[in-house]
């Protein structure tokens, strides 16, 4: 289930989070992934992992590596 980061966001608060094919992701780490250029996430439950791309990145995460990137911009995870 690929999805635009944008649209997952629409409407969110920098202190709220957002459900992807049952997890929690923290609102402020996912603009941030967007800051950075990438534009797409799809979720991998069978590895717990996210795939993030856009034009010119891509990369992969698991969930605490997202939550993680929310506590380095100083928002609550």
């Known amino acids: 289930m690929k999805v635009k980061i944008e649209e997952l966001l629409a409407g969110k608060g920098d ?3 957002v459900r992807v ?3 929690s992701l923290p609102v402020s780490a996912l603009k ?8 797409f996430l799809q979720p991998y ?3 717990n992992t996210f795939s993030l791309w ?4 891509t990369a992969c995460f698991t969930e605490q590596e997202i939550r993680d990137r929310a506590a380095s911009t100083g928002s609550p995870s």
């Open 32 to 39: 941030e992934f967007m800051r950075d250029g990438y534009v």
């Open 21 to 23: 094919d049952g997890y």
């Open 54 to 57: 856009g034009k010119t990145c």
């Open 15 to 17: 202190h709220e989070e």
């Open 45 to 47: 439950k069978e590895n």
